[in-house]
């Protein structure tokens, strides 16, 4: 055991206690969700594409709501609460068009309601909000 001091004077998993001037990790998860996800939606729309095995326009209606996150994403870091609210819509929206994938076997399916879930959950936590309302 050792007296030394930590690095850094908060704890990043603590997103309560994190410095107003950073970024929570809620949002930046939230951030990260959205932004893997629509990646992920361009890869299965290129290779939908490549081999003709699925309807590429099908698969881009069921990532719409994904790829509208990606603006809103973007704006995390400077934006006020008015996003948060977009992007919280956006997912929920999300998740309710891969409802929809579910029945007709196309993506997002399942990982779409997850992800979009997931998105929505931390958006919503006390330290998001906080964060989209804080003093510019």
Known sequence: MTNAPALHPYDDLDDEATPS???PATVRGARLIALVSAAVGVVLIVIGAA???Q???GVVVGY???FALVPLVVLFGRAGDR???AAVTL?????LTSCTGILTGLPPG???IVASG????????PSAETWFTRER
């Open 91 to 95: 997912a929920a929206v999300g998740a």
């Open 51 to 53: 081999l003709g095995k």
């Open 64 to 66: 719409l709501p994904t």
């Open 21 to 23: 001037w950073l970024m």
């Open 55 to 57: 309807s590429p326009l």
């Open 110 to 112: 399942a990982v779409g």
């Open 118 to 125: 997931a998105v929505a959950a931390l958006l919503l936590r």
């Open 83 to 85: 996003v948060r609210v």
